[in-house]
Antibody
């Protein structure tokens, strides 16, 4: 059974760094072809892909945010991470992690950027 | 980036009615391996998205066969036969052929 769950700070101030963790089970990021992606959704709006990380540590970032994003993984602990630097109110959203292929998603974690 | 255009933005339906949602891409979604990485997701109210259909026409795990996907190249359609209450929510198409993955703006399916 594949599950994913996101965790994060809930609220942070502008200019801070947002750190998100995706803890998953039912698959391994050391398995050929596996990957985890991060997607976000501002309240009442659509979905925006942010970044992917693959089993071979290949990483891909949304060009519109590339300079602010860092994705990484801890294969031993079945976790993937996303950092977003210099956050702004525009980064307020629900953040999801999902297995690439988009067949399994986490429940999402709400992040609010506010002074 | 590939632009995914979904129509209509919203649909009001009665239970038991059949509906179709269109998704058009700004570029062909056929990848170099010959496959077309166009998927459909449903986000029920208050829930995370769920995969309905992958690679144009393949049903996701546990998805009822009331859902079907068709299309090719740049033009795709999701059809729901005999809508049930559990089908309400926002439907998204997403392409994973071209970098970066891009989503349609969504089609909200509501009860009439």
């Amino acid at each position: 059974q594949v599950t994913l769950k996101e965790s994060g700070p809930g609220i942070l101030q502008p200019s801070q760094t947002l750190s998100l963790t995706c803890t998953f089970s039912g698959f391994s990021l050391s398995t050929y072809g596996m990957g985890v992606g991060w997607i976000r959704q501002p309240s009442g709006k659509g979905l925006e892909w942010l970044a992917n990380i693959w089993w071979d540590d290949d990483k891909y970032y949304n060009p519109s945010l590339k300079n602010r994003l860092t994705i990484s993984k801890d294969t031993s602990n079945n976790q993937a991470f996303l950092k977003i630097t210099n956050v702004d109110t525009a980064d307020t959203a629900t953040y999801y992690c999902a297995r690439i292929g988009w067949d399994y998603w986490g429940q999402g974690v709400m992040v609010t950027v506010s002074s | 980036d590939v632009v995914m255009t979904q129509t209509p933005p919203s649909l009001s339906v009665a239970i038991g009615q059949s509906v179709s949602i269109s998704c058009k891409s700004s570029q062909s979604l056929v990848y170099s391996d010959g496959k077309t990485y166009l998927h459909w997701l449903l986000q029920s109210p208050g829930q995370s998205p769920k995969l309905l259909i992958y690679q144009v026409s393949n049903l996701g795990s546990g998805v009822p066969d009331r859902f079907s996907g068709t299309g090719s190249q740049k033009d795709f359609t999701l059809k729901i036969s005999r809508v049930e209450a559990e089908d309400l929510g926002v439907y998204y198409c997403v392409q994973a052929t071209h970098f970066p993955d891009t989503f349609g703006a969504g089609t909200k399916l509501e009860l009439k």
